[in-house]
């Protein structure tokens, strides 16, 4: 930290001259102090990145011509602003970005984003010409929606054609959506004369919605409002979307948060928030569902999924608000509203790829507290092998939450996931329940502490987790108690959304052999510790100006088994078919990741010596049930036309062809739906039943296949040599 330690104390003698000038005039002054908290900015966040991340990397040529590749992807990373032309203008800076960096010098950032502007208002002026011309939606063509791992454009020729297909393609979306708001409303009109419950309102309300607007006016309007938007960036915005860069060439969850971006940051951890109760992401230019909080509105509604992707969003009644290529901040602000409020988005469902066809949900805004992401409990009741009733018990846990402040102030009954779960535990005892399902599909972490905690209540005593810093030495998280809260059955519910803390949790139980794990080949991946430091803070002898703050990858989670949590996740010891499974999902898909590693293994017990015995026998009970049940074949069925969409890269451009294939999607998944719901109709004697969950219900019957072939009476402690 030497290093680091000179640049901050020089950084800080530059501050104190700099505060120590008092003839300068007021503008100039005010522009050369801009100036210079830039050049501290970026000197100062490019220190501790280099210095104190896990990879322990300085800053070089290697380094260098990452930042110099990334930076050209974060302002264009479908490849349709920058030709190959335009990069070589540029190409000076690509070994030399180090050394300007290090010395604070960020004016490679800034030219850059000067010719990307440029490039926005060609684009925009191209786009107001060929829309008035119209396009041929009879012929034949095609384009590649995801350009992202093509090779760039050669010239400016080459790139307007791409503009060209991006413009009809974007004019088809809308055409494609007006004739099936048309549908809609006709399939209303005859399920209304056949004496059945419709809602014309919605349908009639979103026609008139969509047509105050042309869609050429729509295009037009969203390429003013981006170019608006980009064109009234302020330095420090443009300067954090490069020192983002530099954070993420170490890591993908490293970066720097401007103020601005600090506090939206801020606002979004906030679970009292009024939206729809999502978590988006940027893809190519879309708006992304990367997953759904549990208990907020879209969560209750049940037809927002991950991997959808929205490109509207309509306030009420006013005009839709056309989202493609808009920063994902302000998409939530676009989101966020007065509770009770509706709002209808527009969206590609992912289920359908690429070549979707634009669909309106209507939600209505609600509050997402900590309350709803509680832990919660559910009892199902299974006739095993030999016909006796079991009770199982499934405890869904959707993140590892605990109020820290409360926790501090020391308050007796302050919130946390493991002293829920607990309570949940106690209850489900005295209940007499034979087995227990822990949920953690979807759970994407939280508090470390919360995972050693729950992990504690299953075991007696031991280590939990391994922890190792940069400067690669381990620490070992131990269970904090001697006591085990539940000895009984275990099955833990994972999928590829379950990270970090879940992870954790997961692994431990995995490796006591204390309970079987099923799900999605793996889980997320995310194995490391993210530290987060205020630049304030370190400049707050001489600060007078707001610096941000950078988060980095600081230390690495290694199972007791050895191996790391990052990058391949845990794997289950049974597999179920899933939608998430398909996913393109996880760390290892995110650019700069930290390999997977293991370490050494550190001595711990197995709880269940007939575990590994008895899972083959388990494994092919459950194939055998998942062929005999109906509803699976039609979840695979449904499951190979998502893999068939996602294989898509072309999308066509004739309107007729397009329209044929929604058609007979549709027709295809109504079928489906309407088969499930017939077969659920009759499992349950026509009695009205909950939606069915079936991954859930197969999990219950693999811990009631466990409990039957094992004798669980007593738990077996083995030490592991």
């Known amino acids: 930290m030497l290093k680091f330690f000179k640049i901050y104390c020089s950084l800080l003698f530059i501050f104190m001259l700099f505060i120590g000038t008092t003839s300068l005039a007021k503008d ?71 050394d300007l960096t290090e010395n604070g010098n960020s004016d490679f950032a800034f030219e850059v984003y000067k010719y990307y502007l440029k490039r926005l208002r060609e684009y925009r002026h191209f786009a107001e010409e060929k829309l008035k011309k119209g396009f041929d939606f009879d012929k034949n063509e095609e384009i590649q929606a995801d350009r992202s791992k093509l090779a760039r454009s050669e010239n400016l020729d080459q790139l307007k054609d791409i503009w060209r297909k991006r413009l009809k393609s974007d004019l088809l979306y809308f055409r494609l959506l007006k004739r099936s708001i048309q549908l809609d409303k006709d399939n209303a009109l005859k399920t209304a004369k056949k004496g059945g419950k419709v809602d014309k309102k919605t349908t009639e309300m979103l026609k008139k919605v969509w047509s105050k607007q042309t869609p050429e006016q729509k295009i037009l309007r969203r390429l003013r409002d981006m170019y608006n938007e980009m064109s009234q960036k302020s330095k420090l915005s443009i300067l954090s979307l490069y020192l983002t860069c530099v954070a993420q060439t170490y890591g993908p969850h490293s970066s720097y948060f401007s103020p601005e971006l600090e506090e939206d940051f801020n606002i979004s951890m906030k679970l009292s928030l009024v939206g729809i109760g999502a978590v988006l ?92 992401s509680e832990a919660s409990s559910s009892m199902h009741n299974i006739k095993d092998e030999s016909g006796k009733i079991l009770k199982i018990g499934v405890i869904k846990l959707s993140r590892f939450y605990i109020d820290f402040d409360g926790a501090m102030r020391g308050d007796k009954d302050f919130k946390s996931s493991s002293r829920d779960i607990l309570k949940i535990l106690k209850k489900l005892k005295n209940e007499k329940v034979d087995g227990v399902v822990m949920d953690l599909r979807s759970n994407g972490g939280g508090s470390l502490q919360e995972a050693i905690q729950l992990t504690g209540l299953f075991i007696d005593k031991g280590p939990i987790v391994q922890v190792r810093n940069s400067k690669r030495r381990v620490s070992i998280k131990y269970d904090p108690d001697d006591t085990i809260h539940y000895k009984g059955p275990l099955l833990v519910m994972t999928n590829k959304l379950s990270s970090s803390a879940a992870e954790i949790f997961t692994g431990a139980i995995k490796d006591y052999h204390r309970g079987i794990i099923v799900g999605d080949s793996r889980t997320y991946g995310k194995g490391t510790v993210l530290n987060v430091i205020k630049l304030d803070r370190l400049l707050r002898d001489y600060n007078d100006f707001k610096a941000g703050s950078v988060k980095f990858e600081s230390e690495v989670f290694y199972r007791i088994n050895g191996s790391s949590t990052q990058e391949l996740g845990v794997k289950p010891d049974i597999e179920l078919p899933s939608f998430t499974e398909h996913m393109k999902i996880g760390e290892k898909f995110n650019e700069n990741h930290l390999p997977w590693d293991s370490i050494d293994e550190i001595e711990h017990k197995y709880y269940d010596q007939k575990l590994a015995t008895v899972l083959n026998n388990i494994k092919k009970l459950s194939v055998q049930r998942r062929l005999k049940n109906p509803k699976y074949k039609i979840l695979l069925q449904n499951i190979k036309v998502f893999n068939d969409y996602k294989k898509r890269k072309n999308i066509s451009l004739n309107e007729k062809k397009r329209w044929a294939e929604y058609l007979a999607e549709k027709k295809m998944l109504d079928a489906n739906e309407k088969y499930i719901k017939q077969i659920s109709s009759e499992d349950s004697g026509g009695e009205k039943k909950e939606k069915t969950d079936l991954l859930l219900d197969e999990a219950v019957k693999i811990l009631s296949d466990y409990i039957y072939l094992t004798d669980n009476s007593k738990i077996a402690l083995n030490k592991k040599k």
């Open 281 to 372: 992401t940027s893809d190519n230019g879309y708006t992304k569902i990367v997953s759904i909080i549990p208990g907020g509105p879209a969560s209750k509604d049940g037809r927002l999924k991950a991997d959808d992707r929205i490109i509207a969003v309509t306030q009420g009644e006013d005009t839709p608000v056309d989202i493609v290529d808009m920063s994902v901040s302000n998409v939530v602000k676009l989101i966020r509203g007065k509770e009770g409020t509706k709002l209808t988005l527009t969206i590609l469902p992912g289920a359908k790829g690429h070549s979707a066809i634009p669909q309106n949900l209507t939600l209505t805004r609600g509050k997402v507290k900590l309350k709803n």
């Open 28 to 98: 100039k002054q005010l522009s050369e102090k801009q100036e210079l908290e830039l050049k501290i900015i970026t000197k100062l966040a490019s220190a501790l990145i280099a210095n104190s991340h896990y990879r322990q990397h300085k800053l070089d040529n290697k380094i260098s011509s990452k930042i110099f590749d990334a930076y050209f992807k974060t302002l264009d990373q479908n490849k349709v602003y920058f030709t190959k032309k335009d990069i070589k203008k540029f190409e000076k800076y690509r070994y030399y970005l180090d």
